[in-house]
């Protein structure tokens, strides 16, 4: 008796994880790059804008976009070439993808302190070796 429960539950539990993984699968291309374009933006808003907040695109089109973020808006945002101070607006569905480049205040910070430790350990080491 105990074995036919067991069974119809672990049948019932099967059934129900492979209706759930079909549903997760089933996600149309249009929900997946409403999904894309909502990470993209929230990436976007966390570089910042301005010269420090350099980010390269490539775009559905195969278009490459490399430069800094001028400008964020809510459908769009702006990037300006480095070299040519031009900007560009992008949508947000339209990336493909996205990269930034900027480190965030605690990286720079241990950099900083990193680069610190090293030149102390060779000045002691230097100092060790010309003087013990």
């Not at 672990?10 to 089933?26: D, H, P």
């Not at 420090?52 to 945002?77: I, N, Q």
Request: charged share 25%; glycine share 10%; aromatic share 8%.
């Amino acid at each position: 008796m105990f074995k036919k429960f067991m069974s119809g539950v672990l049948s019932c539990l099967l059934i129900q994880m492979t209706a759930q993984v079909e549903s997760l699968s089933a996600r149309t291309q249009a929900d997946k790059q409403a999904l894309f374009a909502e990470k993209v933006k929230t990436g976007v808003a966390q570089l910042g804008v301005g010269e420090d907040a350099r980010v390269a695109v490539k775009l559905r089109d195969k278009t490459k976009l490399e430069g800094y973020v001028s400008e964020v808006r809510e459908d769009s945002f702006d990037i300006t070439d480095l070299k040519t101070g031009v900007p560009t607006t992008v949508a947000y569905p339209d990336v493909a993808k996205a990269k930034g480049h900027n480190l965030s205040t605690g990286a720079k910070v241990a950099i900083g302190v990193g680069v610190g430790v090293g030149i102390f350990l060779i000045i002691f080491f230097w100092y060790l070796e010309t003087h013990g």
